[in-house]
């Protein structure tokens, strides 16, 4: 089985993928992670991933995303099912997850999709804070109290990604709508596409989406 999970940021898709990665035994495959690592290079790929993602606040344009993209996709063997979080996020995108003879062989089950209004997902970005070693996603005043505070996971630094402050999460949220419109429809004339409120808890909203994936059956 292959899953795609796309939300916006702070629509808590990162947890459901998680979670669903782990039920289903997919490897999970989270294209934004991928591209931050290899922005830390020192490689001219690396710094171009770095200048546009990390310095501009931009997506990458389609060819350096299918390098990457195809090149993590061969580490991971054909018979092993896999969830991705967070693409196609574009409609260029969409190419890259077409059966094809000498590119990608696998079908695409179901789509899921998390929406969230906008000032939800402000509140929830505005307070969230990552640790430096392992990316682990805290939440301020809840995981953690103050800035000086560690990763109660790993003990690492936390702070607060760029693109989490509230004016570029406007603008991500404007950007994420207008990009995956064209994905989103897509899918959905394809049938495969599952919408869910991701406004309830996390545990509601995790079996809502196990109802729906149930309901396609393969
Ligand atoms: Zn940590």
Wanted: glycine share 8%; with cysteine; net charge neutral.
């Amino acid at each position: 089985m292959n899953l795609i999970i796309l939300g916006p940021q702070g629509s808590g898709k990162g947890t459901q993928a998680k979670m669903l990665a782990e039920k289903f035994n997919l490897e999970y495959f989270e294209m934004g992670r991928i591209l931050r690592e290899v922005a830390k290079l020192d490689t001219p790929l690396g710094r171009h991933i770095d200048e546009t993602i990390n310095i501009k606040g931009q997506l990458v344009d389609g060819k350096t995303f299918g390098e990457v993209f195809n090149a993590k996709l061969r580490e991971i063997p054909e018979e092993r099912g896999i969830l991705f979080e967070g693409v196609p996020r574009r409609e260029d995108q969409l190419y890259y997850f077409e059966e094809k003879p000498g590119g990608f062989k696998r079908k695409i089950d179901a789509v899921i999709v998390i929406s969230l209004p906008e000032e939800e997902s402000i509140e929830r970005l505005s307070k969230r804070r990552v640790c430096k070693e392992n990316e682990h996603v805290l939440i301020m005043g809840k995981d953690v109290k103050s800035e000086k505070d560690k990763c109660p996971i790993c003990g690492s630094e936390i702070f607060q990604r760029i693109d989490d402050t509230p004016e570029r999460i406007k603008t991500r949220l404007g950007i994420y709508h207008n990009d995956t419109k064209a994905v989103i429809d897509f899918y959905r004339q394809k049938g495969i596409l599952i919408e869910i409120d991701g406004r309830p808890s996390i545990e509601e909203v995790s079996e809502d989406i196990l109802k729906k994936i149930e309901k396609l059956n393969f």
